[in-house]
């Protein structure tokens, strides 16, 4: 493959977990990678990859997504844009600052509302591209204390749904990947949590739940993961949801099967012992 017919993917939030399984997939499989992330300089680890391009990008500042966006295109044509960079928020709304709240909406929600908008214009030019999208399971059901995630999570998943129907019609592709619970430092690096008296226990009881060591056992490895994004970018079709994870599956299966209401009330009485 020369470079010229090489597919080129631009990657958000690439230093690691998900991000940076899906830099090294593409570029094992031939892609040219944009690997995007804050702190280019401090990845060392993937300076030297073939293929692999780092550049600096912090999605909550749009004047660096412009510039990141006229620097890879005028690079060549970017056939996939993955919408990756995310950023993990837990405990009461009351116990969130104005600061974690803002930053919440701004890296998983308006961080890839920008950079899709940014990148419209060059894949018109170009008579068509693919977005693909990093949402979660959290963005098809709920568990307590986790509701600004939650909702930037379940809007990332209106706003893409709705966007799919937009752009089909300029030629454009929109995708999300759904993934379950992954095996990466998510629980320690990247998840901030607010903490407040009045839920101490509360928090205390969801955080020991979702970071159970056998409940983490079940997690996917984020190559597992970066495999769906692949398919994702690579099956030609214009499948808009790709659940990620045995555990994402199984979890959203039994949403369906109970129904809404009866979901809810399991997950109240698995979490708190009531409904």
């Known amino acids: 493959m020369t470079t010229q017919s090489k597919k080129t993917i631009f990657i958000t939030g690439a230093s690691s977990g998900l991000g940076n399984a899906t830099t090294k997939l593409f570029a094992s499989r031939g892609w040219r990678v944009l690997a995007t992330m804050r702190r280019p300089e401090a990845k060392t680890d993937m300076a030297g990859l073939t293929g692999v391009e780092l550049l600096p990008l912090d999605v909550t500042d749009p004047a660096q997504i412009t510039s990141a966006v006229a620097r890879a295109t005028a690079a060549g044509p970017v056939d996939v844009v993955f919408n990756n960079a995310g950023y993990g928020i837990s405990g009461p709304l009351e116990g969130l600052s104005d600061a974690q709240i803002e930053r919440s909406i701004q890296t998983n929600l308006l961080g890839p509302i920008r950079v899709t908008k940014a990148f419209i214009p060059h894949f018109r030019q170009n008579s068509g591209g693919l977005f693909i999208n990093t949402t979660s399971i959290g963005g098809l059901i709920t568990v307590p204390l986790n509701a600004m995630y939650h909702a930037t999570k379940w809007g990332l998943e209106g706003w893409s749904e709705c966007m799919a129907f937009e752009l089909s019609q300029v030629g454009i592709g929109m995708k999300i990947v759904e993934p379950g619970g992954m095996k990466t430092d998510f629980f320690s690096r990247s998840l901030d ?7 101490r226990d509360l928090l205390d009881r969801v955080m020991g739940a979702i970071t ?40 959203y299966e039994t949403r369906l099967r109970l129904g809404e209401e009866q979901f809810r009330k399991a997950t109240a009485q698995q979490f708190f012992g009531t409904t």
Do not use: C, F, W
């Open 193 to 199: 949590v607010g903490n407040h008296p009045a839920y």
């Open 212 to 251: 159970d060591e056998h409940q983490m056992q079940q997690y996917s490895e984020p190559e597992q993961i970066a495999e769906v994004v692949y398919q994702a970018a690579t099956d030609g079709t214009d499948q808009l949801r790709y659940l990620a994870g045995a555990d994402a599956k199984a979890t």
